[in-house]
């Protein structure tokens, strides 16, 4: 089993930055995949990325060429560097082990326009 934990989330004028951090209870050195999901409200929850142990990323049409997930195993933790923001990213953001069907409790992005 394991636990998530995100932080990182804030308040930001449009075309800021921010980076999320996603901290696991044990070692993700073994774990396959790893992602970011999002969910504003009155929608469904919805993939921002993935990334595999071997560094395989994939994204959301969304967010390319914006969003960077990145992920340090000696840290057991997984990041989402999220630039250029628009207030349409605005939402609770979930890191997610789909090793172990674990979700985190979310940390909130808010963006002003």
């Known amino acids: 089993q394991v636990q998530l934990v995100e932080s990182g989330g804030g308040l930001v004028q449009a075309g800021g930055s921010l980076r999320l951090s996603c901290l696991a209870s044990?070692?993700?050195?073994?774990?396959?995949?790893m992602g970011w999901y999002r969910q504003a409200p009155g929608k469904q929850r919805e993939l921002v990325a993935t990334?595999?142990?071997?560094?395989?990323?994939n994204y959301a049409d969304s967010v390319k060429g914006r969003f960077t997930i990145s992920r340090d195993n000696a840290k057991n933790t997984v990041y989402l560097q999220m630039d250029s923001l628009k207030p349409e990213d605005t939402a609770l953001y979930y890191c997610r082990c789909h090793d172990f069907l674990k979700w985190g409790q979310g940390t909130q992005v808010t963006v002003s326009s």
């Open positions: 990334i595999t142990k071997v560094g395989t990323t």
């Open positions: 044990r070692s993700i050195f073994n774990i396959n995949l």
